[in-house]
């Protein structure tokens, strides 16, 4: 996945954002099967640590760029 417009970066800020709260409610949450949870938290982290590299590679090669462009 690569970012192409700012479109995409907010919307991907969003999902992080969205993804974030999964995860901090799922690290709260008591469920039964402790390691359903386990899989689950590490599944988010994966997916969380996805999009703040997505984020920061747009961010990082688009200030580069000379304003305007």
Do not use: H, W
Not at 13 to 21: A, D, H, I, S, V
Not at 27 to 32: D, E, F
Request: aromatic letters at 4%; charged letters at 40%; a positive charge.
């Amino acid at each position: 996945m690569s970012l192409r417009d700012r479109r995409e970066l907010e919307t991907t800020r969003e999902k992080l954002r969205l993804l974030e709260e999964r995860y901090d409610a799922n690290q709260r949450s008591t469920t039964s099967d402790e390691r359903v949870r386990e899989l689950s938290c590490r599944s988010l982290k994966q997916l969380i640590n996805q999009l703040r590299e997505e984020i920061v590679r747009y961010e990082t090669a688009n200030s580069f760029q000379a304003p305007g462009k």
